[in-house]
């Protein structure tokens, strides 16, 4: 038995052998592996880059993934297209694919095919990508040990919208979010179940599509959180009901200074200069 052997090496080596008992119990620690904060991982696949197919809420589901070269306790991005649209649209468009290059492990799910692509209407377990989320998170930290404080969603329009339901819905596991053209009405509003950092950007008044006002959404949503005490930027562009084309740097600096372990250093500190001059905080 490994213990024996640590036991009889102490006893052959005397007193010197302190460091060496020290060093094979430091080796065991290390292969205990962390407990993973999301539950037991279910039907997990293979994660690799290209399409991923999941079980999840009683349903298979298609994910896009994008792995960076080491992705050994990597942060991980969630990226939700808009509607009419598709994962690989939405990493190449909004230029998410690319944060694989910077150490993230990119996630970007193929809508069920509901008609406004995401469930942000149903707010419980039941909802089928509220599932989809509960099922990949615990698999990817099985498959990878993904820094758990460091897991973050960003999505345009429909996607947007989505990533506006998911600051509400779990804000226990998302570190922060950056909603492009989503919010949320006040009859719609729930607070999160901690604050979290939201970075809201959207194209101002004409930010509108077939009626809907993603102007009057975030500017509800905004109110709503900063009352609740969550830290949110607001960017306000003008390009309408389109990311605007530094959308990438956007969220790349806004998830990389945010944790779920800790708060925002934006409120002491102030917005980077690396923010557009439209973003305030």
Not at 132 to 138: C, I, N
Request: net charge negative.
């Amino acid at each position: 038995m490994r213990f024996s052997f640590v036991l009889l090496t102490m006893m052959a080596c005397g007193a010197g052998s302190d460091s060496t008992a020290d060093d094979d119990d430091a080796q065991v620690d290390d292969q205990v592996p962390a407990e993973n904060p999301y539950g037991e991982g279910k039907n997990c696949p293979a994660f690799e880059t290209g399409t991923v197919k999941i079980k999840a809420g009683g349903t298979k589901r298609t994910l896009e993934v994008e792995l960076p070269d080491n992705p050994e306790g990597a942060p991980v991005v969630f990226a939700w297209h808009w509607i009419y649209s598709n994962a690989n649209e939405t990493l190449d468009y909004l230029g998410v694919r690319k944060l694989a290059d910077a150490g993230y492990i990119v996630v970007a799910p193929e809508s069920s095919g509901l008609p406004y692509e995401w469930d942000t209407i149903d707010k419980t377990d039941d909802n089928v990508d509220l599932a989809l989320v509960d099922a990949v998170l615990p698999c990817l930290f099985d498959e990878f040990q993904i820094d758990s404080n460091a897991v973050y969603a960003t999505g345009h329009s429909a996607g947007g919208l989505f990533t506006t339901f998911l600051t509400m819905h779990r804000a226990d596991v998302f570190a922060a979010t950056a909603p492009f053209s989503g919010g949320a009405f006040t009859w719609d509003y729930e607070t999160p179940s901690r604050p979290i950092p939201a970075l809201m950007t959207w194209g101002g008044v004409s930010d509108e599509y077939y009626g809907f006002s993603f102007h009057t959404a975030t500017l509800e949503f905004l109110e709503n959180m900063d009352n609740d005490g969550s830290y949110t930027v607001a960017c306000e562009h003008t390009a309408g009901h389109l990311p605007p084309p530094d959308a990438l740097d956007m969220m790349e600096i806004f998830f990389a200074d945010h944790r779920l372990d800790a708060p925002s250093p934006w409120m002491d500190d102030g917005i980077p200069s690396g923010l557009p001059a439209y973003c305030e905080g």
